[in-house]
């Protein structure tokens, strides 16, 4: 997990537990039509992950197997892509009824947790009713978000926890818009100057 400042995460100013939305016309197409969950936002830089794209050739069951986590995989979460950086790297976003030693809560009802004590736990039926894996994060270094969101490339919204975690992945972006009163169509990627 990368580096986050717990005392960063009480700032009210901060963007921590909120979600982050694409505009319509987004140039990066690794985040085009994304909806990311902020869990860490501070001076030094923000972290979070996308909870509306998934890797359609990877199966949960399969990396289960390769990290050697053993038990019943009923429950067959989809893997998301959490964004560019460290694609490798494995990170639970999940309701915070679940915590483990090194789980950071982002807000009172959902949690961060990048250990396999969580896998495990999901594997044996143990772990948070509600969780996205995802492979892979998004990161922005000082100032940069900040930058960007003035720029009109983002939208910020209160981050809803049903919409965090449903699985109409199709739609979440239309809906997360949506949560802000206005149509998507109504949108502009171009910032107004007067």
């Known amino acids: ?74 429950r067959e979460l989809p893997v998301h892509f959490g964004g560019p950086v460290d694609s490798s790297r494995g990170f639970v976003l999940h309701s915070a009824d679940f915590q483990a030693d090194q789980t950071l809560v982002v807000n009172g009802s959902v949690a961060l947790t990048a250990t396999k004590d969580i896998l495990q736990a ?13 492979l892979g994060y998004a990161k922005w270094f000082a100032g940069q978000l900040d930058s960007e969101i003035q720029a009109n490339e983002w939208l910020t919204a209160p981050a809803d926890k049903d919409l965090i975690f449903d699985r109409a992945l199709d739609t979440k972006w239309e809906r997360a818009i949506g949560q802000l009163g206005f149509n998507p169509a109504m949108l502009s990627g171009e910032a107004g100057h007067a």
């Open 122 to 134: 999901i594997v044996q039926g143990d772990g948070p009713n509600r969780a996205i894996f995802a």
């Open 1 to 74: 997990m990368p580096n986050i400042n717990p005392s960063s995460l009480t700032s009210p100013t901060w963007l921590n537990g909120h979600l982050l939305i694409a505009m319509p016309g987004m140039q990066d197409p690794r985040f085009g039509r994304t909806v990311l969950y902020i869990c860490s936002h501070s001076p030094e830089g923000a972290m979070g992950l996308i909870i509306n794209r998934t890797y359609d050739e990877i199966r949960f069951a399969d990396l289960m197997n390769q990290l050697g986590i053993v038990g019943d995989v009923t």
